[in-house]
């Protein structure tokens, strides 16, 4: 999906040049690379901010939704 979003739809007629790999884009930009985010990474970091807060912040709104949604018997480690 983010092959065919920057550099053209697969199934076109469009013959599109691909200058670099992703592993090359993937790269730091202080290593030559432009600096897109692993996102299975990013989202593991996402994912365990959000369940800091869920431990830390037991009467915000957006926990007791999350938790009457997907947890409601349990904790989130649960």
């Known amino acids: 999906m983010l092959d065919s979003f920057w550099w ?3 199934g076109s007629n ?3 040049i691909r200058w670099l790999s992703w592993d090359k884009l ?5 290593d030559g690379g432009l600096g897109f985010r692993n996102l ?3 989202n593991l970091a ?3 901010k959000l369940g800091c807060k869920f431990m830390n ?10 938790k ?8 989130f480690w649960t």
């Open 57 to 66: 912040n037991d009467d915000a709104l957006v926990t007791r939704i999350f």
């Open 14 to 16: 469009n013959k599109c």
């Open 26 to 30: 993937s790269l730091r930009k202080e």
């Open 40 to 42: 299975y990474v990013y």
């Open 46 to 48: 996402l994912l365990g």
């Open 68 to 75: 009457s949604k997907y947890f409601p018997g349990g904790t």
């Open 8 to 10: 053209g739809a697969a």
